[in-house]
């Protein structure tokens, strides 16, 4: 063997003849998956730091004040998105009090590509828990988001805003059980349900509105409201039960969270005390379904253990 080759080896040929033990190799490299994954995180995490140490945020700020350029608004608040994913950055604009009120601000927009950017970076904030209280600080002092959120459930035709904002509140409640009893109110959960009832004519899955409606019932009087809008909640039921016994209905472990947070909700909602009988109706159909949807799930489960 050569000492004067200026690459590396190649593996062994029974290795390259065996794509079983090689699955994290790309194409025919001997680069792996996981290596090419760590080293862009690293790059965009310098690229992260060196924006906030150049004052990006600062400039960005200026710029959601000024432009009228929806696609400017979008491409800076994106880029903001994207050091949020970083918890040093995440903290240094969690920390600028005027750029997170401008971004609440922007969860007014019609426009629905800047709106979703806005959902990403309030979402890297509230997520991150050395964060999460300078924005549930900043949701004190702006009212104005959480009126618009549900403004945008009562009213997005748009099922990516829809999607979006489900899973920011669904975020929200998990960390906060103060904004649980908030979104318990009667027109807050007509809201919610309304978006649910949109993502169905738009051929969307469930699975974050059930999610959300989980996180609601761990507040107990949230419960007695549910069960009053039992009527329209049934038919979002059955349908969801449906669709589960779809082939690849279930793909991934976060499907199956979303899966079990609906039976949970149904679970908790049918034995609930002032639950009326003669309410529930559960048709041949829909009970075949289930008990596939139920079989379906339990061999998902295992796959995974």
């Known amino acids: 063997m050569s000492f004067n080759s200026d690459r590396n080896p190649s593996p062994p040929p029974e290795l390259l003849g065996n794509e079983a033990l090689l699955p994290d190799r790309i194409g025919d490299s001997v680069y792996s998956k996981q290596w090419l994954y760590k080293t862009l995180m690293k790059i965009l995490q310098e690229v992260a730091e060196f924006l906030d140490a150049s004052m990006a945020p600062a400039i960005f700020l200026d710029v959601i004040d000024k432009t009228r350029s929806p696609r400017l608004v979008e491409i800076v608040v994106g880029i903001l998105g994207n050091m949020s994913s970083f918890d040093s950055t995440c903290q240094s604009i969690s920390s600028n009090n005027s750029l997170i009120f401008s971004i609440l601000s922007l969860s007014g927009t019609s426009d629905t590509p800047a709106l979703l950017q806005v959902f990403r970076v309030i979402l890297c904030g509230v997520s991150n828990e050395n964060t999460q209280n300078m924005w549930f600080e900043a949701f004190e002092g702006s009212p104005i988001f959480m009126e618009n959120m549900k403004f945008i459930f009562e009213n997005s035709l748009s099922s990516t805003v829809i ?5 920011l509140l669904y975020s929200i409640l998990n960390e906060n059980a103060k904004y649980c009893k908030m979104w318990g109110q009667p027109s807050h959960i007509k809201a919610i349900i309304e978006a649910g009832k949109q993502s169905l004519k738009l051929h969307e899955n469930l699975d974050n509105f059930f999610c959300v409606l989980n996180a609601l019932c761990q507040y107990t009087p949230n419960i007695e409201i549910l069960v009053h809008n039992w009527v329209e909640l049934s038919l979002l039921f059955d349908l969801y039960f449906l669709s589960l016994d779809e082939e690849d209905a279930l793909p991934d472990r976060l499907r199956i969270t ?10 908790t909602l049918l034995n609930y005390e002032n639950m009326q009988c003669e309410q529930v109706v559960i048709g041949k159909k829909i009970f075949r379904k289930f008990q596939n949807a139920c079989c379906n799930l339990v061999c998902q489960v295992f796959d995974f253990i």
């Open 163 to 167: 999607k979006g904002a489900f899973q």
């Open 258 to 267: 979303a899966v079990f947070s609906c039976f949970d909700t149904y679970n």
